[in-house]
């Protein structure tokens, strides 16, 4: 059975609600995450994840200026001297499932739609690190494999010329680590 | 912290595209740990956060306030860019938070009221009335609750108004296809 160390886990978490941080600032703690920092706008997230290189970052979608959907297209630079690679969850009131799709199209790691749940965060937080996805880049996407599932009789515009590698096999890891729920 | 020196990235490049693996950079956080291991990080957290439900009543009162002034904007200087942002941002947020501060009807009401702010084709048609009845309710679902008998009321409410508010959004995006499609759509969240 698999436990996450939270304590060797950095956090950053990017929300203008300054209640919304307080609760998930109480979940990151109770699981036992020591560092946690808080960003209540894109910009400021984004200048804090230069400085603090997180692990993990967890953002809003909605904010002032500069969003959470934005703050993922920055981290996403694959020339950025910064670490393009880190997983995003996406924490968002956004439950329309075409959010989704343009979440994930931004690069979003993890989409965790509100009310927010322990069990829902630790849950996306558990996939991120004990199934990582490889990065695709193409000519207009670089952030991680947006295909969770094989469909090989998928024909559509979007279809990734390649060979054998468009099966890729995912660690077990996730499914034992998930019995420890 | 759990960090993985650069320079491990393996790149596998195709006509179109490339994959670009590494080992996994948080792998050592995983711990590997005896089946009778009885640590119960959620319910850990489920217990702090039943701990700051003293303060979610008062979290609930400030966001329905920062609601309805973002509400009397608009009805004194009408929809600008601004006042449409700061009056979606304020019942979003709602939406978001309500459930989890324990008013779950408020949090309905206020994503009715965000379909219509995303989906009417122009504000300035939209009945006051509709707009003002969401924010009305929002209060008083807020205000009300810790009558026991609210709750029930509060559901009814909120359903009432989504459904007003749904056959308004209807009649207004029938020539708009991808509004009507957004509309109609059923939430990836369970309802209420």
């Not at chain 1, 400021?44 to 703050?71: C, K, N, Q, R």
């Not at chain 2, 400030?62 to 509400?71: G, Q």
């Not at chain 2, 965000?114 to 504000?123: Q, T, V």
Request: hydrophobic share 40%; proline share 6%.
């Amino acid at each position: 059975m698999y436990r996450i160390d939270f304590n060797k886990l950095r956090f950053l978490i990017c929300d203008d609600n300054p209640h919304m941080r307080r609760i998930l600032r109480t979940l990151l703690h109770s699981f036992g995450a020591r560092e946690v920092y808080e960003a209540e706008d894109g910009a400021t997230a984004l200048e804090m994840y230069s400085h603090y290189v997180p692990d993990i970052v967890i953002t809003d979608w909605a904010m002032p200026i500069f969003d959470g959907l934005e703050l993922a297209q920055m981290i996403r630079q694959p020339e950025s001297k910064g670490n393009p690679y880190a997983p995003i969850i996406m924490l968002t009131g956004h439950s329309e499932k075409r959010r989704v799709t343009v979440a994930r199209d931004a690069g979003v790691t993890e989409f965790l739609a509100k009310p927010i749940s322990a069990k829902g965060l630790y849950q996306r937080i558990l996939n991120v690190v004990a199934s990582p996805r490889p990065f695709i880049k193409t000519k207009t996407y670089f952030g991680p494999d947006r295909r969770r599932n094989t469909n090989n009789a998928y024909i559509g515009p979007e279809r990734r010329v390649g060979g054998e590698m468009e099966v890729m096999q995912q660690p077990s890891l996730l499914d034992k680590a998930r019995s420890n729920i | 912290m759990a960090k993985e020196k650069p320079g491990t990235l393996q790149i596998k490049s195709f006509a179109d595209h490339h994959v670009i693996t590494q080992p996994n950079p948080l792998r050592k956080v995983l711990l590997r740990v005896p089946e009778s291991d009885l640590d119960d990080p959620v319910g850990r957290a489920e217990k702090a956060l039943a701990g700051l439900s003293g303060e979610f009543k008062s979290w609930m009162t400030i966001e329905a306030d920062r609601l309805s002034a973002a509400h009397a904007v608009v009805l004194r200087d009408g929809f600008t860019i601004d006042n449409r942002e700061e009056l979606f941002r304020a019942a979003h947020d709602i939406k978001g938070d309500a459930a989890t501060f324990g008013f779950p009807s408020a949090g309905a009401a206020a994503e009715s009221l965000c379909r219509i702010i995303e989906h009417a084709p122009d504000l300035h048609l939209v009945p006051a009335e509709l707009i003002t009845h969401h924010i009305n309710a929002i209060q008083a679902i807020v205000r009300e609750r810790t009558k026991l008998d609210t709750a029930v009321m509060a559901s009814k409410l909120s359903k009432q108004l989504r459904g007003v508010a749904d056959e308004f959004l209807l009649k207004v995006n029938r020539d708009r296809p991808e509004h009507l499609e957004a509309i109609l759509a059923p939430s990836i969240v369970p309802a209420e």
